[in-house]
Structure formats: C-alpha cells, structure tokens
T-cell receptor, first 110, second 115 residues
Framework: GQQLNQSPQSMFIQEGEDVSMNCTSSSIFNTWLWYKQDPGEGPVLLIALYKAGELTSNGRLTAQFGITRKDSFLNISASIPSDVGIYFCAGLRSYGKLTFGQGTILTVHP | EPEVTQTPSHQVTQMGQEVILRCVPISNHLYFYWYRQILGQKVEFLVSFYNNEISEKSEIFDDQFSVERPDGSNFTLKIRSTKLEDSAMYFC?????????????FGPGTRLTVL
C-alpha cells in the first residue's frame, strides 16, 4: 500500500523558533494536505496543495508540493505556544482516499 | 464557518453489539468519508461515498461495516457486531466539487470504546 514517511516524529522547540517538517513517499500524489490535530479532536485543515511545485502560505505557515509529486514540507515561522499539537501530512491519489503520515508531535516551550 | 459535526462524541458498547455513528457533513458537499484512528496511531481511511454509492473502501472496511446516507443531511457508519479492536476514534469527513473535491474537512470524531 501507499506509505508516507513523515519526519521528524517529534520536535521540542522554544517559542519564536521556526519549525520544518516533511513527508516523502515512493508513490506520486496528486494533492497534498497538511492537518493539525489537538488531543481528542479531529484533524483541522491547515494548507491544501494541488500542483507540483506549488508554494502556499497561510499566516505563519508555508507548505510546498514537491516537483516530483512525492514529497511536501511544512514550515512554521516564529512559533507560539498554541502551535503545540500533532501535525499530519496527507496525500491523495484518487477516489478520495487520503493516506496520512505518522504525524509530527510539536512541543513549544514558552 | 460551515463544519462537519458528529454524534455521539463518545460511545461505549459491549463486544458483539451494533453501533451507529452519525455525521452531518458540510451542507453543499457531495463526497463523504469515514476514517478511524487507533489511539496513538495515524489516521486510516475506511470508505468514501458519492452519489449514494461506495466509491472506495479499505481492507479494514469488511462485511461488519456499512455506510448510509438516510436523508439529505446525515451520513452514518454502522458496525454490526463490534470487536475489541474496533475501539478507536472515528472521523467523518466531507469535500465539495471541482478542485475542492480533494480538500477534505474532518469532524471532531466519535470515540468508540468496545468492552
């Protein structure tokens, strides 16, 4: 089956630092989505990427759809305490089946 | 802002019992999905649904599972005879048309506990 390798698994950073996480796959995806999940809640969509090479920003968040269509990264600039949570990448090939990465647990120390 | 809603937020059931998880997708969306997340693991696809038919299902979605859109607003997941390993968070998602078909919005989830 399709696998997404998401790294790092966890990050411990100081408030104000920048964060970068990425996902890679051996398969091509047509869409990449990045979600944030707080404990006990559902994934909340952060950024959607639809074309290879696309670079999209949402406030302090920036994400890119890799040229090869097999990878994507998410950057968070100037982190704040409320950025704490689990970040998931998800890739879509067809028919609506999202394949999720294993998640990156982000901890921000004030 | 429109959102996906799910009920109940938590369901506790005995092994072998039937459960029905309910979802109200975003009102103008046409594509509906169920995912599950076992505690501490990643989110896994179960099934997609469009035009009153299943579009795709995963190997997890066996004969014990079924989905239905009984009216114009609800989307349900039924597990006929629950097993201990069905304990998980179940998320409903929906998406719209055109390029928005690819953008799935998730509900808050139902935590299912099978005893």
């Amino acid at each position: 089956g399709q696998q997404l390798n998401q790294s790092p698994q966890s990050m411990f950073i100081q408030e104000g630092e920048d964060v970068s996480m990425n996902c890679t796959s051996s398969s091509i995806f047509n869409t990449w989505l990045w979600y944030k999940q707080d404990p006990g809640e559902g994934p909340v969509l952060l950024i959607a990427l639809y074309k290879a090479g696309e670079l999209t920003s949402n406030g302090r968040l920036t994400a890119q759809f890799g040229i090869t269509r097999k990878d994507s990264f998410l950057n968070i600039s100037a982190s704040i305490p409320s950025d704490v949570g689990i970040y998931f990448c998800a890739g879509l090939r067809s028919y609506g089946k999202l394949t999720f990465g294993q998640g990156t647990i982000l901890t921000v120390h004030p | 802002e429109p959102e996906v809603t799910q009920t109940p937020s938590h369901q506790v059931t005995q092994m072998g019992q039937e459960v029905i998880l309910r979802c109200v997708p975003i009102s103008n969306h046409l594509y509906f999905y169920w995912y599950r997340q076992i505690l501490g693991q990643k989110v896994e696809f179960l099934v997609s649904f469009y035009n009153n038919e299943i579009s795709e299902k995963s190997e997890i979605f066996d004969d014990q599972f079924s989905v239905e859109r009984p009216d114009g607003s609800n989307f349900t997941l039924k597990i006929r005879s629950t097993k201990l390993e069905d304990s998980a968070m179940y998320f409903c998602a929906s998406s719209g048309q055109g390029i928005s078909t690819d953008t799935q919005y998730f509900g808050p989830g139902t935590r299912l506990t099978v005893l």
